[in-house]
């Protein structure tokens, strides 16, 4: 298995982070490490670890998620911390150092119709910092029918928050946020916004900003599931960070706002020299 990126990212890869909040990485991993990913996790769907969140989709078919699956999974913990991806998301962010922020698996089954709505991932998390991102890799071809990831490209500059939604029927209702916007219906203006997607093939890998807006149609492929996972990293400028509107599943009760990640809690991934 490789631990550094089988290429450099591009210059262009990187501005295009940076512009678009969002860039398609090929070519990074070699197969072991998706196979690696493919057997943990047909383990935690027979067996799944403690953040699980799956659900029946109303039409059919049915949703698999689960995060902070290193903790309870070496394979998981090999894949967050020993693969090329901190080095990737240091150097994406711009970071000295990045901590593991936690991990997080989708995988939606074949027939399975349930859209991932609109959202952006911060207003989520309690943290703050621009120096955050998500890692997301397919272990299976992913096309527009069977539930390829869309997003609205410049979105992370846009200065707008978005209150945290639930993604499936009777799921957790989030506190409001004052700050924060109702989403918009994104879908009624689509015409008018810069979306982007990609068809994408096992081992590819989606960069994205927390604030870059995106979502997801549902796998109305009958033949295949899409099994996603993404891993979440944080750089130097995080601190924690506690607001109306966050995910209570991914607050500590032992991690005091207004202060960098206790690695103890959040480990290091990764440290570079930077010029």
């Known amino acids: 298995m490789n631990s550094e990126p089988l290429r450099p990212l591009s210059d262009d890869e990187l501005d295009r982070f940076h512009r678009d909040g969002v860039v398609l990485l090929s070519g990074l991993l070699d197969e072991e490490w998706t196979d690696l990913l493919a057997e943990a996790i047909e383990r935690d769907i027979g067996d799944p ?4 969140h799956g659900y029946d989709s109303p039409g059919g078919g049915r949703f698999h998620g689960n995060f902070d699956n290193w903790r309870s999974d070496e394979r998981f913990a090999r894949y967050c911390l020993a693969s090329p991806l901190p080095a990737v998301a240091a150097q994406l962010l711009h970071a000295r150092a990045v901590h593991l922020f936690y991990d997080q698996l989708f995988v939606k089954e074949a027939s399975t119709p349930s859209p991932t709505p609109w959202h952006h991932d911060q207003p989520y998390w309690p943290v703050a910092g621009r120096q955050l991102m998500s890692l997301w890799v397919t272990l299976d071809p992913v096309t527009r029918e069977s539930g390829a990831l869309e997003f609205i490209r410049g979105s992370h500059r846009w200065n707008r928050w978005f209150q945290p939604r639930t993604f499936a029927a009777g799921g957790y209702e989030y506190e409001r946020n004052p700050d924060y916007e109702p989403i918009p219906d994104f879908d009624a203006d689509r015409e008018a916004l810069d979306i982007v997607t990609w068809d994408l093939e096992p081992g590819d ?39 109306p509107g966050t995910n209570p599943a991914l607050t500590r009760n032992d991690h005091p706002s207004g202060v960098p990640l206790d690695p103890t809690i959040y480990p290091i991934a990764h440290r570079r020299r930077v010029a």
């Open 49 to 52: 670890a403690p953040g699980y």
């Open 205 to 243: 890998l989606l960069a994205f900003h927390a604030l870059t807006v995106h979502g997801s149609g549902g796998n109305l492929r009958t033949d295949r599931r899409r099994r996603g996972y993404t891993v979440r990293y944080a750089g130097d400028d995080v601190v924690y960070d506690v607001r």
